[in-house]
């Protein structure tokens, strides 16, 4: 069974400054799929990023961007030049890219890290 | 405009009572699913359905049902065999026909006993 794992509950950055939230996984499977969701006081689930296993170059979406390391498991968050609305908890999630009777969709989630950005 | 809504925001529960949290979806997704947050943790997947009529169970389903007589349409029953029905729930709906989509979630509900 596939699991994630992020070992900080909680981090701090300052406004404008740079911060990254660590996320690894455990799976057996050569495709997949990776995303970091951003879930702020009002409890929706926003999608921030996503990453294709099969893609070795990491995706980046305006000041948010991944360190994906296939070998290592392990898929890190980068936000650049931090501003107050970045303040949330970050969940990292894994899904597997096959569809059929044991692998249908479903996201498997780390616990989370909640980003403190201090003005 | 498309997008999932979850009724009620807020959801009291008394004593061996049964509730039923509602999830419509208009993005015309095959894929619906559950899942339960608690405070602390990820969230946790209940039930899940890919067509009308059909569902199954997640890592936590007991003490929940669902059914999926439409397919806009997915409610979760938290039953009176649930003991800490006490959560954030959440339903996300997503294509099937092309798997690198990502989930879209509903605002939730937030459950809570009397």
């Known amino acids: 069974a596939q699991t994630v794992t992020q070992s900080q509950p909680e981090m701090s950055v300052q406004e404008a400054e740079t911060v990254t939230l660590s996320c690894t996984y455990d799976?057996?499977?050569?495709?997949?799929?990776l995303f970091w969701y951003k879930q702020p006081p009002s409890r929706q689930m926003i999608l921030v990023i996503r990453q294709e296993a099969y893609k070795q170059q990491n995706a980046t979406e305006n000041r948010f961007s991944v360190n994906f390391q296939k070998a290592a498991k392990s898929f890190s968050l980068k936000i650049s030049d931090s501003q107050l609305g970045d303040a949330a908890m970050y969940f990292c999630?894994?899904?597997?890219?096959?569809?059929?009777?044991?692998?249908?969709?479903?996201?498997?989630f780390g616990q989370g890290t909640t980003l403190q950005v201090k003005p | 405009d498309g997008g999932i809504t979850q009724s009620p925001k807020y959801l009291f529960r008394k004593e061996g009572q049964n509730v039923t949290l509602s999830c419509e979806q208009n993005l015309n997704h095959d894929a619906m699913y559950w899942y339960r947050q608690d405070p602390g943790q990820g969230l946790r997947l209940i039930y899940y359905?890919?067509?009308?009529?059909?569902?199954q169970k997640g890592d936590i389903a007991e003490g929940y049902s669902v059914s999926r007589e439409k397919k806009e349409s997915f409610p979760l029953t938290v039953t009176s065999a649930q003991k800490n029905p006490t959560a954030f729930y959440l339903c996300?709906?997503?294509?099937?026909?092309?798997?690198?989509?990502?989930?879209?979630f509903g605002d939730g509900t937030r459950l809570s006993i009397l």
């Open positions: 996300a709906t997503t294509l099937t026909r092309r798997s690198n989509q990502p989930q879209h």
């Open positions: 799976t057996s499977e050569s495709d997949y799929y």
């Open positions: 359905s890919q067509i009308v009529n059909d569902f």
């Open positions: 999630a894994y899904r597997s890219a096959s569809w059929g009777s044991s692998n249908t969709g479903k996201l498997i």
